[in-house]
């Protein structure tokens, strides 16, 4: 994601973060569509998660809905951040600092 993010010079953005930013304060339907992509973006991590936590990868004590709205935050900061100019090496940093932290099984 770092990379792919960093690598788009022409900056395009995301119709979901634009979309809900400028009308979801005045549009019900794109507040509510927003929302739902939202969520099963979440859904989708949260599912990664929990394959990870069967794999031994992560911690299985670990909340998998409450990891995966952090990676979603980090993955759409991310994002932000490249629109904004961030290095490729930024950018890869921040990724690798979110994997970090996630919480491994004590051995």
Same mark, same amino acid.
């Given at each position: 994601?770092?990379?792919?993010?960093?690598?788009d010079?022409?900056?395009?953005? %995301? #119709?979901?973060? @634009? *979309?809900?930013? +400028?009308?979801?304060?005045h549009?019900?339907?794109?507040? @509510?569509?927003?929302?739902? $992509?939202?969520?099963? #973006?979440?859904?989708? =991590?949260? *599912?990664?998660i $929990?394959? %990870?936590?069967?794999?031994?990868d992560?911690? $299985?004590?670990?909340?998998?809905g @409450?990891?995966?709205?952090l990676? =979603?935050?980090? #993955?759409?900061?991310? +994002?932000?951040?490249? @629109? $904004? *100019?961030?290095?490729e090496?930024?950018?890869t940093?921040?990724?690798?600092?979110? #994997?970090?932290?996630?919480?491994?099984?004590a051995?």
């Amino acid at each position: 994601m770092a990379a792919a993010t960093a690598a788009d010079t022409a900056h395009r953005g %995301c #119709l979901l973060a @634009k *979309g809900a930013a +400028e009308l979801a304060e005045h549009d019900e339907t794109v507040a @509510k569509r927003a929302r739902a $992509a939202i969520e099963a #973006l979440q859904a989708l =991590l949260e *599912g990664d998660i $929990a394959a %990870c936590q069967r794999n031994g990868d992560i911690a $299985a004590d670990a909340d998998p809905g @409450k990891l995966a709205a952090l990676v =979603l935050a980090v #993955l759409r900061a991310i +994002e932000a951040l490249g @629109k $904004a *100019g961030a290095s490729e090496e930024t950018l890869t940093d921040i990724a690798g600092t979110a #994997l970090a932290v996630l919480p491994r099984p004590a051995h």
